[in-house]
């Protein structure tokens, strides 16, 4: 099982980013998949989740309203749309696939900077 | 949700065991069996080593054990190896797909 994040990098307070999140070696179509974020120096901090066919979605309060989390199983990959970005939205975001209770299997993170 | 609270750090010397609390609330540690470590270096992905409160998954040493008791879960580590240096988060289930994580401790061998 490998995920690999894509699509950080250095944005202004108040634009877009796109991430995306690839998985190989598991039936991408049958798992819940989930984001989660460590900003500098902090702990993991939950994001966001969509269930398995992306019908069920569920945000953090500190980013509800902001981030789209989706996902497109034809092409095995898992999407975050952020809007509106803060610095305190600055992180490594990680995704990670849920198994019953717990996220068994996480991607190494792309880097979000939010600057001016 | 809040954090898990967790130790900033542990340290022992090759050999000696350390063991990391991790205390929440009836809400999520107390409330579900679901209870998840992971163990990360920094740069990388975190790992998996304990799940629904004692489990290892394949593959993690038997040095690694977990429990529960109410609110508060723990994580030994037992003869620790140099490479058992790392960042460990605890987990937990809180419902509704929520889940909620620990503050995070640093664990040195000296």
């Known amino acids: 099982v490998q995920l690999v994040e894509s699509g950080g990098g250095v944005v202004q307070p108040g634009r877009s980013l796109k991430l995306s999140c690839v998985d190989s070696?598991?039936?991408?179509?049958?798992?819940?998949m989930h984001w989660v974020r460590q900003a500098p120096g902090k702990g993991l901090e939950w994001v966001a989740v969509?269930?398995?066919?992306?019908?069920?979605?569920f945000y953090a309060d500190s980013v509800k309203g902001r981030f789209t989390i989706s996902r497109d199983n034809s092409k095995r990959t898992l999407y975050l749309q952020m809007d509106s970005l803060r610095v305190e939205d600055t992180a490594v975001y990680h995704c990670?696939?849920?198994?019953?209770?717990?996220?068994?299997?996480w991607g190494q993170g792309t880097r979000v900077t939010v600057s001016s | 949700q809040s954090a898990l609270t967790q130790p900033p750090s542990a340290s022992g010397s090759p050999g000696q065991s350390v063991i990391i609390s991790c205390t929440g609330t009836s809400s999520d540690i107390g409330g579900y069996a679901y209870v998840s470590w992971y163990q990360h270096h920094p740069g990388k992905a975190p790992k998996l080593i304990i799940y629904?409160?004692?489990k290892r998954p394949s593959g993690v040493p038997d040095r690694f054990s977990a429990s529960k008791s109410g609110n508060t879960a723990s994580l030994t580590v037992s003869g620790l190896h140099a490479e058992d240096e790392a960042d460990y988060y605890c987990?937990?289930?809180?419902?509704?797909?929520?889940?909620?994580f620990g503050t995070g401790t640093k664990v040195t061998v000296l």
């Open positions: 629904d409160v004692y």
């Open positions: 990670a696939r849920e198994s019953v209770g717990t996220l068994d299997y």
């Open positions: 987990s937990s289930y809180a419902g509704n797909s929520d889940y909620v």
């Open positions: 070696g598991f039936m991408f179509s049958d798992f819940a």
């Open positions: 969509t269930s398995h066919d992306g019908r069920n979605i």
